[in-house]
């Protein structure tokens, strides 16, 4: 007789239900364990303790003889524990089927569990599908598993609905004791549920365990099951244990993985989860969660200061561990599965924000492997084609193509500078050293704060592999397709339209601004001009009607307006009037207050700095890098401006921005939206009148002695979106107009293709002419090899060059300047007694000069080009300096005196104490910035339906 036609094995059942406060669930569950269409042969009850009448429960359905009560903090493995005790020994064939009081199985869930076990006699365990106990559509659990942090994974997305999707029986590493059926003598075997996890993660031992010593855990999804979760959703006391619940969770999660993982992979769990738990910690902090940072950093330190107990737990692990140590293992959640859950999550994120489209309902699919039968998670969507395939993406993809292509000049030199920028030099840990010391030796030396915006570059070079020069072409090169990305998504909330805002998002990226900026090397703009979108997303959200978004919107725009006016100063003062403005023309309820945050953060955090630009108010107009008269137009027409191009290099033909001029007056005509058009247009109009103070307005640069306007870049920006948020809030008249039909379609057609020539016209005309300019991708070092080399003692070199008829200079300390040397203050004094002796030199005339410069440990003399004889002849007469090199290029002199580096004073104690306090008011509003926590998916559900009554489970 075949195997097939032997006779099944007759079996036992009994059904072991434990309550503990549970009266409010507990009646279904027995009745569904009597209406079972395979009827128990035996049911036992126990009672750990319950105050709310579930003892009378199970002694009125069960019989006072079937029922033990017992303490309340006895946990649910010792409840069983003691109920087989008393049992006695075990009969052929027996199950255990293990109940809740919160777990009612369906009507036949017994008889689909037995069948399976009659399918495959070399399984031991075998659960339902578990739904919830409130929407009877929402899906549980199919199986359970976990990765190298213990973190759970069901498979199974949130409220994902129970569409059949999820057929058959199947091999998992583990199913819930809410309606497990599991062989008593394999039960014995192993030892039942470890007494040490009184609560959590006690079923996934107790499967994983019994997978080692060689037997099958099956999930039969033709069995179902309703669970409240009572436990773990907080809808009763806990008792069992003295810890809170979360933490009690992680700690038996990591407890589990690492006391049943085999000792090869042992080393790296350890380390994942002492990583990973110091990580999830910060997260819980910035997501405003402190008593669940905590609890990730109790339950690490509950497992990493009782190592004996890990040790004797896998020491008794191991001695019951057969062939099915590796095959329990390969169940756990692969890498890639736990990468793609992450990339789902940001994929939300980003089309919560508008930059992807959502891509509705989708599940992980367990699929069969070609391996014992065993079932892996895998993704079923295509999230790279969802990602990738939004208007959003597709723009910033576009844009990056545009911005490569026009960049081409620029890229894969040895070196990024030129215009304003500063060649790009040295590591993330020099900007770091020039942020926080004291004393600055570059230069002449001074004692002034460093800008903040070091502090930025810094920091971002230190997440971009410690390269300052990738920092720079991110934020400088790649200023177009951020500010589109920007742009895009900052709007989501105030423009109607994908289409609308891919517009305005495109013609926003390439203005003249973004290309100015870039062939200048203005850094300060690109950043803002990144960062304005933001501001106007930001400023909008304040005016809702939620105070807490409203406050949330609050500090986050003091953060990056704070980040803005360390780049560029005049944007702080553009946003005060305008936030000012704001205030009285939309009053709210608390706005007051979060106008006093947004503003207040920037002065708080950038304090001693901003004390420091104030006190010469010319510097307000000014931003990072460099100020060379030859980057602006002195005599910038009023044309030019009011086209939004603020002159300079990298400047497109006047006509290309009509397309969006024209748009933005024929909005004026519309008669809908006339406050939005007012708002709109009052912001450009401000903007403009800035620029063309900034325009005309002289300044004088730090440390230097040049007086020419400022660039108007910043405030023709804040025009450009005043204008363009004005044009794409009328867009919907156009779709009107077109709808319409007749000479109205025509007039809209002709309007839309003015509009979009701005952008298209743009984007040809910087790709045929290029990004370049002053900017340069490979310039050289601005210190000669020859100084370079022998300034190993710290000494400093002049550098003299002609402009506009007279002599400039710059000292430096033996290199190339840092990025934000520049801007550091040199104290008047010493500026001018080396002024006064380099135009000496240059002129022939002697004397004691040669002194001044050594006494300020100037060793070397350099002429930069273009170099004339009458600089090089009147060196060369000067009996204090030795001539090193002399071409058309460069020349190199020496002076022949002892040269005395000076010292550096002793550092001041309250410098650094402002910067740790910089550093706790940066992650302070970090903090508070930040989204604040939701709640988990069972916190948020209503404890019962709207009618009031929790549904039966028939």
Not at 270 to 291: D, E, I, M, Y
Not at 332 to 355: E, K
Not at 687 to 698: C, D, N, W
């Amino acid at each position: 007789m075949s195997s097939t036609d032997s006779p099944r094995p007759t079996h036992t059942v009994t059904a072991i239900v434990v309550a503990h406060d549970g009266a409010r669930w507990l009646g279904d569950t027995l009745a569904a364990l009597l209406r079972q269409t395979r009827p128990i042969d035996r049911a036992v009850g126990v009672d750990n303790g319950s105050r709310d009448g579930s003892a009378a429960l199970l002694t009125g359905t069960l019989g006072r003889n079937a029922v033990l009560t017992l303490p309340r903090s006895t946990s649910f493995g010792q409840a069983v524990a003691e109920v087989l005790d008393r049992l006695g020994p075990a009969e052929e064939n027996e199950w255990l089927w293990l109940l809740h009081d919160d777990c009612a199985p369906d009507d036949g869930a017994l008889e689909a569990l037995l069948k399976a076990a009659d399918e495959d006699p070399g399984a031991a365990v075998f659960g339902p599908k578990l739904r919830d106990w409130l929407d009877r559509r929402l899906l549980l659990e199919v199986g359970v598993t976990v990765d190298l942090r213990g973190r759970r994974d069901t498979g199974i997305e949130p409220r994902e609905f129970d569409q059949g999707q999820y057929g058959g029986a199947r091999d998992v590493l583990s199913v819930s004791t809410a309606g497990m059926l599991v062989r008593r003598d394999v039960w014995e075997e192993v030892g039942g549920l470890d007494p040490f996890l009184p609560l959590f993660r006690d079923d996934l031992d107790l499967c994983w365990r019994i997978r080692s010593a060689g037997y099958r855990v099956r999930n039969v999804t033709q069995a179902v099951a309703w669970h409240a979760e009572a436990a773990s959703r907080r809808r009763r006391r806990i008792t069992v244990s003295g810890d809170h619940p979360r933490r009690l969770d992680r700690r038996n999660a990591m407890f589990v993985v690492m006391a049943n993982l085999p000792s090869r992979s042992l080393p790296w769990a350890l380390l994942r989860n002492l990583v990973g738990s110091l990580v999830s910690t910060l997260l819980f902090l910035l997501a405003k969660q402190p008593a669940d940072a905590l609890d990730e950093l109790l339950a690490l330190g509950s497992i990493l200061r009782h190592p004996g107990r890990l040790v004797r737990a896998r020491r008794l692990r191991a001695a019951g561990r057969r062939r099915g140590g590796a095959a329990a293992a390969r169940l756990l959640t692969p890498p890639g599965a736990g990468y793609r859950r992450v990339a789902d999550r940001f994929q939300s994120y980003l089309a919560g924000n508008g930059l992807v489209e959502s891509a509705g309902r989708h599940h992980y699919a367990a699929t069969p492997t070609q391996e014992d039968g065993e079932e892996l998670l895998t993704d079923d969507v295509g999230a790279t084609r969802r990602l990738f395939g939004s208007p959003g993406m597709a723009l910033f993809l576009v844009l990056v193509a545009v911005t490569l292509v026009a960049e081409r000049g620029l890229l894969g030199g040895s070196r990024l500078g030129g215009g304003a920028l500063v060649p790009v030099v040295g590591g993330a840990s020099d900007l770091w050293n020039l942020y926080v010391e004291s004393y600055h030796q570059a230069g002449l030396g001074g004692d002034g704060w460093a800008p903040p915006y070091v502090a930025v570059l810094a920091g971002l070079s230190t997440v971009l592999f410690g390269k300052p020069w990738l920092a720079v072409t991110v934020l400088l090169l790649g200023c177009v397709p951020l500010a589109g990305l920007s742009a895009y998504t900052a709007t989501r909330v105030m423009i109607p339209g994908r289409w609308t805002r891919v517009w305005l998002a495109a013609s926003y990226a390439l203005l003249p601004v973004a290309t100015g900026a870039i062939a200048a090397g203005r850094l300060g703009t690109a950043v803002v001009f990144t960062l304005l979108p933001c501001y106007a997303a930001l400023a909008t959200r304040m005016l809702s009607a939620d105070p807490r978004g409203a406050r949330r919107a609050a500090w986050g725009l003091g953060l990056l307006l704070a980040v803005g006016t360390a780049f560029a100063p005049l944007v702080y003062p553009l946003m005060l009037v305008l936030g000012a403005l704001a205030a009285l023309a939309f009053p709210r309820r608390g706005l007051t207050s979060s106008v006093v945050i947004a503003f207040g953060v920037p002065v708080a955090v950038l304090l001693p700095w901003l004390v420091q630009v104030v006190s010469t108010p010319g510097l307000l107009l000014l931003e990072a890098g460099l100020h060379r008269p030859e980057l602006v137009d002195a005599a910038l027409p009023a044309s030019s401006l009011l086209l939004l191009s603020p002159g300079g290099p990298g400047m497109p033909p006047l006509w290309v921005t009509g397309g969006l001029i024209a748009a933005c007056l024929a909005a004026l005509l519309m008669r809908r939206n006339r406050t939005i058009v007012a708002v709109g247009w009052g912001v450009a109009l401000f903007g403009m009148l800035v620029a063309i103070l900034v325009s005309r307005t002289p300044v004088t640069s730090l440390n230097a002695d040049t007086r020419a306007p400022a660039w108007p870049g910043v405030p023709l920006a804040f025009a450009a979106t005043g204008m363009l948020v004005v044009a794409a809030l009328t867009a919907n008249r156009i779709a009107e107009l077109r709808r319409a039909g007749g000479l109205r379609r025509v007039v809209a057609a002709a309007v839309v293709a003015v509009a979009f020539s701005t952008p298209v016209l743009a984007a040809g005309m910087w790709i045929s002419r290029g990004a370049g300019g002053p900017l340069d991708g490979d310039v050289r070092d601005v210190v000669p090899a020859l100084a370079a080399l022998n300034s190993g003692g710290g000494e400093r070199t002049l550098l003299l060059s002609e402009r506009d008829g007279g002599l400039a200079f710059t000292v430096l300390r033996g290199r190339t300047p840092l990025v934000g040397e520049a801007d550091i203050p040199t104290p008047a004094g010493p500026r001018e007694r080396v002024s006064v002796a380099a135009a000496g030199l240059a002129s022939g005339r002697g004397g004691d000069d040669a002194d001044v410069l050594a006494s300020y440990g100037i060793r070397f003399v350099v002429i930069i080009p273009p170099v004339t004889e009458a600089i090089s002849h009147a060196l060369d007469s000067q009996p204090a300096l030795a001539r090193m090199s002399l071409s058309r290029a460069v020349g190199v002199w020496r002076l022949t005196q002892p040269v005395a580096v000076p010292p550096a004073p002793p550092g001041d104690p309250w410098h650094g104490r402002w910067l740790w306090a910089q550093a706790v008011l940066v992650l302070l509003v970090s903090v508070l910035a930040a989204p604040g926590s939701r709640g988990t998916d069972g916190q948020l559900r209503s404890e019962v339906p709207e009618s009031g009554r929790e549904p039966s489970v028939r």
